[in-house]
Every structure is written in C-alpha cells, then in structure tokens.
C-alpha cells in the first residue's frame, strides 16, 4: 500500500505569501504562534516586487479609513488605527531600508522592492514560520475544529486558517479567484469583484481621442462623489493615469467620469483672456495651459475657430463649462489583467473588524486583498495589507 501523507500540525495556516499573508505570519510566528506560510507560486511578494516601477511604494503617510472603498466603509477604521502607515514606516527603518516621499504622503524605497520582501521575510525567519512555495492547494477541509489542506504530497492541519490569496488582478503573476472559491465553500458572502485603479475604454465618436494616444495632462477626474486631481493619460483605448485609475474604482458601467481640463484656470478666464488678447486664436489660449495636441481636439470638438473677439461670449461661457466638466461615457475597463487591485470580495459583513475572524466560521480569517476593502492609488492597499495582516496576525 501506498504510504499515507504525511500530516504536520501548526497553530495557523495562512494561505497566501503577499503583502498581507507575510505580515500576518510574521507577526502570529512572533507571538510564539506555530505558523505554515503557503503559496502556489514560487516566489513571495510577487505584487510587492513589481509595485512602484520596482520601488514599492509601500504606505502611504495620509493612509485612513476616508481612503478605501467598500460595502462597509468603516470596516477598515480598526486595523487602520492600530497598525497605521507609522507603525509599518518604522519596521522599514528597523531594517535600514533608505525611503523617500515622492508626492501626496507617498513612500517609495530608494533602492528595490526586494528589500521589502526581504524586510518580511527575515520578520517571518524572526517568527519561525514555515514557508513552502510552488505548493498549489490541492483541498480543504474543515471538522472538528481544525482546518486541513493538502499540499502535493503533504498535509497540514491546524485550528485557524487565514486566507489570504488576493483577487483576480493581474493574473500573469498568478493571481486567482481562490479566496472567493473557498469563501464561499464555507458560507461567507462575496461582494461581486470587479477590476480597480484600471484604465477606462472608450468607444462610438470618443474614439477620437485615440488620436491623442500618449498624451498627458493635470486634471481633475470625477466619477459620483469621488475627484482627483493628477495627470490623465490618453491611450490607444480611452483613458489611464493616475487620475483616471482613482477613479475607475468607483465607476460602474453606464456612468460617466467628468474631466476638469483646466484646473488651474480661475472662474471666467476665457472672457478676461477675450479682454486682454481678443486676437488670440482659441486653440492658441488653451495651448497655454494644455499640450497642443490636446488643445487643438478639445478646440475642434467645441467647434471654436477663429480670434477670440469674433466669439460671442455665450459661446465662451459655453466653452469654459465644457472644459470645466468635460463627460466621457466609458465603454469598459481593460479589465483584471491591466487593474493594479480588485474592488470587492468578501464581505465585510461577515467579518471581525478587529481580528479579521469568520463570525460564522470560527478559526476562518480573511485579510488583505481577498476582502471587500479597496483603497486609492499610492500606497493605501499596501497598509490595507499591513493593517489586516497585523490584526489578524495579533488574534491567532
């Protein structure tokens, strides 16, 4: 007869060695906790190593529950305050790691985003966690009390099983709807995922704005009670940068995002530019303030040609509103492969704000990615992962 599995036991099992899953295995296996730390890819912190152009910008100063989306937006209120971006900022100092602040509170490292791999991989080591990669989860069972998995030729049980596998966003590193399989085996519910921080698409007469393809401006982007102001990038599908992924967290289909193209510009510009340079061609005054490019479609699409002093003013009023709150009707988004996040997942309402438990299945954590919490662009997933990873982490 074939020789049975062998079964080790641990106090935790967490499923998961992202952001989240490392923090939380670190700090149980810190706690004296006996702690199996698994994934199915071969490499740890593969969303880390590629965040920030290969820098990580791995908190973000401002970091608050006001900065996360979800069902429950006061969710994330607890672990937020109890690990906050100055808790996570001085473990990345503990450990030498030289940082900066690029911009809106965002903290990058100097050097690689390998060195916050490292950083939790040597608090792991601290913590005596066992690590076992390349070991896809072949099953699950719950009995008993305790949790059992089985991994290739081995299994592992223990009372508290953490998942902690992410959402569906970029798949080419691995990333798999698992979390809200496995969720859902077990009776918790999931609030329907959909890509975040993603690029929208356009399609009908705005494609032609493709034609602006790399084409970069400040502006403020809205979408329902939700504005940003940083640049927008046109692309060969419709709209991306930094003000547009922020926003695309909140979009759902059929709605518009309004575009602010001159931010800078106070009220009634047009007219006091009519004023001082009424000889001024339109498209020349918004060049001023806008590639040139861009200034000349937006002049072509209000149909304004000619001297300023040959427009009436109505028409210059008409024009600043237009530029003040310019509507595109995405399409669509380019979808889980090209969103940076996933909105959605599982639903707070089943969880422990403060320990990240199951309240229906006792021992069951979820943390990270996998939950209904979705934070902005610059930093606030990452202490979304630091701040439910340590919560969890303290309550195994």
Not at 57 to 76: E, I, K, Q, V, W
Not at 284 to 307: C, I, M, Y
Not at 328 to 335: L, M
Request: proline share 5%.
């Amino acid at each position: 007869m074939p020789n049975a599995p062998r079964r080790e036991r641990f106090d935790a099992i967490v499923l998961g060695a992202g952001g989240a899953g490392l923090m939380c295995a670190a700090v149980a296996g810190q706690r004296g906790r006996s702690v199996l730390l698994v994934d199915h890819a071969d490499e740890p912190g593969k969303k880390i190593l590629i965040s920030g152009g290969g820098r990580c910008n791995f908190t973000n100063l401002g970091a608050g529950p006001d900065n996360y989306l979800s069902a429950n937006m006061r969710f994330a209120t607890s672990a937020l305050k109890r690990y906050g971006s100055a808790d996570f900022l001085a473990l990345v100092e503990r450990h030498g790691i030289a940082w900066h602040e690029k911009k809106l509170g965002q903290l990058f490292c100097d050097g690689s985003a390998r060195q916050i791999v490292a950083m939790l991989l040597d608090e792991c080591a601290r913590g005596g966690v066992a690590l076992r990669l390349g070991a896809p989860v072949r099953s699950v069972e719950h009995g008993d009390g305790r949790f059992r998995i089985a991994l290739g030729d081995r299994e592992a049980e223990a009372p508290a099983l953490v998942v902690a596998t992410g959402g569906p966003s970029i798949p080419k590193l691995g990333a798999t709807g698992f979390a809200y399989d496995l969720a859902r085996r077990f009776g918790l519910k999931v609030v329907e995922p959909r890509p975040a921080l993603v690029p929208l698409t356009l399609g009908g007469e705005e494609t032609l704005f493709r034609t602006l393809s790399g084409v970069a401006a400040e502006v403020v982007a809205r979408c329902g009670p939700a504005a940003f102001r940083e640049a927008a990038l046109f692309t060969h599908r419709g709209l991306s940068g930094p003000a547009i992924l922020q926003v695309s967290s909140y979009w759902r289909r059929g709605e518009t995002v309004g575009i602010d193209f001159v931010p800078s510009a106070e009220a009634g510009w047009i007219a006091a530019a009519k004023r001082s340079r009424p000889r001024a061609r339109f498209a020349a005054l918004l060049a001023s303030l806008l590639p040139a490019r861009l200034a000349d479609t937006l002049a072509e699409r209000l149909a304004l040609a000619g001297d300023l002093g040959n427009i009436p003013d109505r028409r210059l009023a008409e024009a600043e509103r237009s530029l003040r709150d310019w509507r595109f009707t995405p399409n669509g988004t380019e979808g889980f492969a090209k969103a940076e996040v996933t909105a959605g997942g599982i639903a707070t309402a089943g969880l422990s704000s403060r320990t990240m438990e199951s309240s229906a299945v006792p021992g069951l954590y979820a943390i990270g990615e996998a939950v209904d919490v979705t934070g902005w662009l610059g930093g606030y997933n990452f202490q979304w992962a630091w701040a439910s990873g340590w919560a969890a982490g303290q309550a195994l």
